[in-house]
C-alpha cells in the first residue's frame, strides 16, 4: 500500500520559514517524480515545486527565490523549504508522486498539510 505522509505545516507570521516533509512508503522512492502542489480555498490546485528521479527541479514563478525542493532517497522523504512566507503561500500542501512506465501513469497523492501566513 503506498503513503505518503506530509508534516511540517501550521501557523506563521508574514516573512517567516517552515519545511515541510513528506515520508512515502510502498513505492520504490528513487524512482519517482515528487512534488509539492497548493490549493487555497476557492482556487485550483497548482503546483509550487517537483523534483525529478534524477534531481532536477522546477519551480512556479510565484515561489522562485523563496522556497526550495530537495529529497532524501536514502530516508524516502522530499522536503520543502518555504521561506519569506507570504499571506498568499497560504494553503493546504499536497505531496505528489509519479511515475510513468510504459506507458502507464503512476499517481499518488498525500492528505495534505495546512499552512497558514499570517499575523
Known amino acids: 500500500q503506498v503513503r505518503l505522509v506530509e508534516s511540517g505545516g501550521g501557523l506563521v507570521q508574514p516573512g517567516g520559514s517552515l519545511r515541510l516533509s513528506c515520508a512515502a512508503s510502498?513505492?520504490?522512492?528513487?524512482?519517482?517524480?515528487m512534488g509539492w502542489y497548493r490549493q487555497a480555498p476557492g482556487k485550483q490546485r497548482e503546483l509550487v515545486a517537483g523534483?525529478?528521479?534524477?534531481?532536477?527541479?522546477n519551480y512556479a514563478d510565484s515561489v522562485k527565490g523563496r522556497f526550495t525542493i530537495s529529497r532524501d532517497n536514502a530516508k524516502n522523504t522530499v522536503f520543502l523549504q518555504m521561506n519569506s512566507l507570504k499571506p498568499e503561500d497560504t494553503a493546504v500542501y499536497y505531496c505528489?508522486?509519479?511515475?510513468?512506465?510504459?506507458?502507464?501513469?503512476?499517481?499518488?497523492w498525500g492528505q495534505g498539510t495546512q499552512v497558514t501566513v499570517s499575523s
Open positions: 523534483i525529478s528521479s534524477g534531481g532536477r527541479s
Open positions: 510502498g513505492i520504490i522512492f528513487s524512482t519517482y517524480d
Open positions: 505528489n508522486a509519479r511515475r510513468i512506465v510504459l506507458g502507464n501513469k503512476f499517481d499518488f
